[in-house]
């Protein structure tokens, strides 16, 4: 049968000749149109998406957009998009909170009540398939100039070892030197004070001071109520022995920059029933917090700022999904905040580098290993560009078992302009491993998004070349990295610009979801407000155009680790690779959940038989994502199963 082109390839195909031939008499303007015209037809062509894929935007209906922040893949295969109050204090204010869940099956979107503000909070999945957030915002920053109260950090002390006290919010501290007045903002609970005893004779010491941290301001505004240095402060209300052992220290309470404060709050969210449920709260109050799964189910919250606007000392701590509670591993370790760090297939810890800044440049920056167990940190050396680690992107490199991440991009401290190239690797099975540049971007990147994909590959796709796409430098390209030859590959570029605040999420049919962006400025002279990017593109990868996909026809929805299952598939091409993907859960480029592990497969009469790898470690509990791929590199769509 002779091929007869579509009406609109046809129509697409004169417009654009009528279009060239006009744009040598009509100048540059002509020129810049027909070239739009003729990238529109070209990229549009079958050919081209073979090769490169194609983007599209999700509709998404007027009262569904939202500053999406936080995106998490459920296992009903449905998404949960969270802004919170979205980067916007007039929502913050108005106590607007919003999340949206999407079905990327039947395009419906839906409303999820929000309870808290859950902007830069922390989340995992959960064995049962619930995910946990945790943490968000309590109080938006003031920069320096907007603040009209002096205020800061206030320590209350205890010396009393009989009893924790509690002050209330609206306790009174005044400086014994300076004579200055500040109130708290929030109660706060003191510990009581602990016995030290001689560890050889048993005899009594001391007494340790309890310690608790609130956020205090002056009663009046102006700078005559700054201080400057140290003083002791007596604390109104207290009589007796209370007056004596309790009292609160205070270095400088200014009218400086108040950076952002965390909350406690935690939540499950329910894929089922569609609801965040409240659990215990967090023991510390964290804002941009990592939480990161454990071998046997329990999650790790660590870092984020604090109700003061601080880094959390060190006081990482964690969550039991049985009891809903938490508690502190008993020892300190300090990173900035969305520190990237993976579980491992021994139970430790890697810790890559990549976060998402706030905290001092010199504490908790270098990579390694971290037994939880013992807290002993085995430090990794040998990375490029080991000062432009902030906004960088890592990845769990497919298969899961060979242990090789890749750092992606990023940028200098804080709001630097610059930014990175390169891509780090570090293979962990290694037994003395060390870093090693990789393949590099075509330029500087920061905040790049990074999702695998069923055939191994990973899509690197955004980013900014300066802090939050400053002088208009967002990076609009997408690539393939290829693990088994360490080489990038351009393909169709994205349409819109990602920077802070965006990522990527897999779909269940092997599509990618991007979202989000948060420019500093709207202009290339930096002298308009940015505007959040609501909009969601989808990538369709070059493998979606290769034909007939293999199918998952049946098969078991539960698979124990070490246990092998039966899957019927459709006749077609021959299967040679199956995965089982761990859902995403993404925010700030930082996804410590996503990982693709390799099962052993043979093919059956009408099917296939796969077997999960055994080692809880390198599967934790929980819902994945099954896909199988063909001789071709075609995946099929992703099946759920979950291992128990």
Request: contains cysteine; positive net charge; aromatic residues 10%.
């Amino acid at each position: 049968m002779k091929y007869r082109p579509s009406r609109r390839t046809r129509r697409m195909a004169i417009t654009t000749a009528v279009v060239l031939a006009l744009s040598g008499t009509n100048g540059p303007w002509m020129y810049r149109f027909g070239s739009e015209r003729y990238h529109e037809y070209r990229i549009n062509q079958p050919e081209y998406k073979a090769a490169n894929g194609h983007w599209d935007f999700l509709d998404v209906p007027s009262g569904y957009r939202i500053n999406t922040i936080h995106a998490a893949l459920l296992h009903t295969g449905k998404v949960l998009l969270v802004a919170g109050s979205g980067n916007d204090r007039k929502n913050f204010d108005a106590k607007s909170f919003r999340s949206v869940l999407w079905d990327p099956r039947t395009g419906r979107f839906t409303n999820v009540p929000t309870p808290r503000d859950l902007f830069c909070a922390g989340h995992t999945q959960l064995p049962d398939g619930r995910l946990l957030v945790a943490g968000g915002t309590r109080r938006y920053e003031k920069l320096e100039g907007d603040v009209t109260k002096a205020g800061g950090l206030m320590i209350v002390h205890n010396e009393n070892p009989d009893k924790p006290i509690t002050l209330p919010a609206g306790t009174r501290f005044t400086g014994r030197v300076n004579g200055r007045t500040f109130v708290s903002k929030d109660p706060v609970l003191v510990e009581r004070a602990t016995k030290v005893f001689d560890r050889r004779t048993g005899a009594f010491l001391r007494n340790k001071v309890g310690l608790g941290r609130i956020y205090v301001e002056a009663e009046k505004s102006g700078t005559r109520y700054e201080t400057g240095t140290e003083d002791n402060y007596r604390i109104a209300g207290l009589t007796g022995s209370d007056a004596r052992n309790v009292y609160g220290i205070a270095q400088k309470l200014a009218l400086d920059k108040k950076d952002f404060q965390g909350i406690r709050d935690a939540y499950e969210f329910d894929p089922v029933a569609e609801k965040y449920v409240s659990v215990d709260p967090m023991k510390e109050a964290r804002w941009y917090p990592t939480l990161t799964t454990l071998e046997d189910g329990r999650v790790l919250a660590l870092s984020g700022l604090d109700e003061i606007g601080q880094i959390v000392p060190g006081k990482d701590e964690i969550y039991d999904p049985r009891t809903k509670a938490w508690k502190y591993t008993g020892f300190v370790r300090r990173f900035p905040t969305y520190p990237a760090i993976f579980l491992l297939s021994d139970g430790t810890l890697f810790y890559s580098g990549s976060n998402a800044g706030y905290g001092p440049a010199d504490v908790g920056r270098e990579p390694g290993v971290w037994d939880l167990a013992t807290n002993r940190f085995r430090k990794i050396s040998g990375l490029g560009d080991a000062d432009a680690m902030e906004t960088s992107a890592t990845v769990r490199l497919a298969p899961a078992q060979d242990e090789k991440f890749m750092v992606i991009g990023g940028g200098g401290v804080g709001e630097s302009a610059r930014s990175s190239a390169k891509s780090r690797l570090v293979d962990l099975k290694d037994p003395a491993p060390r870093f090693r540049d990789g393949a590099s971007l075509e330029e500087g990147t920061r905040y790049p998004s990074a999702s695998l994909l069923p055939d191994d590959s990973l899509l690197v796709t955004g980013g900014s070349g300066d802090y939050r796409g400053r002088g208009g430098s967002d990076v609009l390209q997408a690539r393939l990295y290829d693990p088994a030859t360490g080489t990038y590959r351009r393909v169709a570029d994205p349409a819109v610009g990602r920077n802070y605040h965006s990522g990527s999420v897999l779909l269940p049919d092997g599509r990618v979801m991007v979202f989000g962006s948060d420019p500093l400025y709207g202009d290339r002279a930096n002298t308009r407000p940015g505007v959040f990017e609501q909009r969601i593109e989808i990538y369709t990868p070059p493998y979606l155009y290769g034909g007939a996909r293999p199918r998952l026809t049946a098969g078991p929805r539960v698979i124990r680790r070490g246990a092998t299952g039966r899957f019927a598939t459709a006749p077609g091409r021959r299967i040679t690779s199956a995965r089982l993907m761990r859902p995403s859960a993404v925010t700030h480029v930082t996804d410590t959940d996503q990982r693709s592990v390799a099962l052993e497969l043979r093919s059956t009469a009408g099917g296939i038989t796969v077997t999960v790898p055994g080692n809880r470690a390198l599967v934790p509990s929980g819902w994945y994502l099954l896909f199988v791929t063909d001789d071709r590199g075609t995946p099929s769509e992703g099946m759920w199963v979950e291992v128990p």
